[in-house]
């Protein structure tokens, strides 16, 4: 069952509309195949150990399958795939193709490695809030790409930083 939307939640939705965030493809090696989303919500959360978090909308297709991985890859990237972030942001588009530049870790999950640098993780804590899931991942491995200029998510667009 979908929550009604609240004048407090769409307040919330527009106030961070105006808050710009970071932009991540996060893919995982699924059952059928490679699964990969755009996410906003990525954020360190400690040092020691190395560990993020993000939250993702719901449990099915691409993020059932990320939340059901033993390990998947957050890709930090820049304005070069600004394209790709608005293509894996969209279900049924067409992903992982060679020209795109993905390759296989031999973990199994896919990489981009001309992202800026990308985190192979391990979730340790899922946490359902509403319809949404928050998972709190612990980095494996830091995966060090191609810098370019900082991408953020600004009123539902995409945006290059100076």
Not at 24 to 33: K, L, N, V
Not at 86 to 101: H, I, K, L, N, W
Request: with cysteine; aromatic share 4%.
């Amino acid at each position: 069952m979908n929550p009604l939307p609240s004048e407090v939640g769409e307040g919330l939705k527009a106030a961070f509309r105006a808050h710009p965030a970071g932009v991540a493809i996060i893919t995982a090696a699924g059952p059928d195949g490679p699964v990969g989303l755009t996410a906003s919500s990525v954020s360190s959360v400690a040092v020691d150990p190395a560990a993020i978090a993000f939250s993702v909308t719901r449990a099915t297709g691409s993020a059932g399958a990320i939340l059901a991985a033993d390990s998947f890859v957050v890709h930090l990237i820049d304005d070069d795939h600004s394209a790709l972030a608005e293509t894996f942001a969209v279900s049924g588009s067409e992903r992982f193709t060679p020209a795109q530049g993905w390759r296989t870790l031999p973990t199994g999950e896919p990489h981009l490695a001309a992202a800026r640098v990308a985190l192979r993780c391990r979730p340790i804590q899922t946490v359902p809030v509403g319809s949404s899931t928050v998972v709190i991942a612990e980095v494996l491995e830091v995966l060090p790409g191609t810098p370019g200029r900082p991408l953020v998510y600004l009123d539902r667009r995409f945006h290059p930083l100076p």
